[in-house]
């Protein structure tokens, strides 16, 4: 049986910077991950972020790509029962056993919003598998937030991406138009020294730092 993992992110791109590394030590492990982005990007980019965003999660292995085109920065707008229900439709066609998504506490709305809604659909029910959750740091967001218990990013699960980070680099390439001169953390030299930071957090080279909603052992 295909072991299915959604990363579920609010724009282009932050699938990459959230998770990239993780995503390809996945899939080198035989995982099926599929990226779901729910909205459009920049709308200036609007054109271009799609074919961009294809590119990017291709360059991972990712199985599948799943555009929500819902309007950039403005997911409040939309009734958070409309949001669920698409993320609950996913969830019925992939049985995922792993969801990656935002941090509850990110400075940006539309990253509070898209926590939200995965939280509601992925609530344990009975007759259903349990699905475990983590929550990943998106740089110029997470870190930028209120230092407080209830907003502050505290990772508690970290991946070592020794061997996949040079992947992650890679396919944030194909994003180059969202990334910034260093040292704004959207940076690539930004999203590397994370990478250190949280690698040395647990004695090894390169690693991602995930927050635990839930976690299932069957």
Same mark, same amino acid.
């Given at each position: 049986?295909?072991?299915?993992? %959604?990363?579920?992110?609010?724009?282009? @791109? @932050?699938?990459?910077?959230?998770?990239?590394?993780?995503?390809?030590?996945?899939?080198?492990?035989?995982?099926?991950?599929?990226?779901?982005?729910?909205?459009?990007?920049?709308?200036?980019?609007?054109q271009n972020i799609q074919s961009?965003?294809?590119?990017?999660?291709?360059?991972?292995?990712?199985?599948?790509?799943?555009? %929500?085109?819902?309007?950039? %920065? %403005?997911?409040?707008?939309?009734?958070?029962?409309?949001?669920?229900?698409?993320?609950?439709?996913?969830? @019925?066609?992939?049985?995922?056993?792993?969801?990656?998504?935002?941090?509850?506490?990110?400075?940006?709305? @539309?990253h509070q919003i898209l926590c939200?809604?995965?939280?509601?659909?992925?609530?344990?029910?009975?007759?259903?598998?349990?699905?475990?959750?983590?929550?990943?740091?998106?740089? #110029? #967001?997470?870190?930028? #937030?209120?230092?407080?218990?209830?907003?502050?990013?505290?990772?508690?699960?970290?991946?070592?991406?020794?061997?996949?980070?040079?992947?992650?680099?890679? #396919?944030?390439?194909?994003?180059?138009?969202?990334?910034?001169?260093?040292?704004?953390?959207?940076?690539?030299?930004?999203?590397?020294?994370?990478?250190?930071?949280?690698?040395?957090?647990?004695?090894?080279?390169?690693?991602?730092?995930?927050?635990?909603?839930?976690?299932?052992?069957?």
């Amino acid at each position: 049986m295909d072991k299915h993992v %959604l990363v579920i992110a609010a724009h282009p @791109d @932050d699938e990459i910077l959230g998770c990239g590394g993780t995503i390809k030590k996945l899939i080198n492990h035989g995982y099926k991950v599929i990226s779901v982005v729910a909205a459009k990007g920049r709308k200036e980019e609007e054109q271009n972020i799609q074919s961009a965003m294809l590119r990017a999660n291709e360059e991972l292995g990712v199985s599948e790509v799943i555009f %929500l085109k819902l309007p950039n %920065l %403005l997911l409040e707008t939309i009734p958070l029962i409309s949001i669920n229900k698409q993320i609950e439709d996913l969830m @019925d066609r992939y049985k995922p056993s792993i969801i990656f998504t935002h941090h509850y506490g990110d400075i940006n709305r @539309d990253h509070q919003i898209l926590c939200q809604a995965v939280l509601t659909a992925a609530r344990p029910l009975p007759g259903k598998n349990p699905v475990e959750i983590l929550c990943f740091e998106t740089v #110029s #967001s997470s870190e930028w #937030s209120q230092r407080t218990n209830d907003k502050e990013f505290k990772p508690c699960y970290f991946v070592d991406i020794t061997d996949t980070i040079d992947d992650k680099l890679k #396919s944030l390439k194909h994003y180059d138009i969202e990334m910034r001169p260093y040292p704004h953390p959207r940076s690539y030299e930004g999203v590397k020294y994370l990478a250190r930071v949280r690698g040395m957090t647990v004695g090894v080279e390169y690693a991602e730092a995930f927050e635990i909603i839930r976690r299932v052992w069957k």
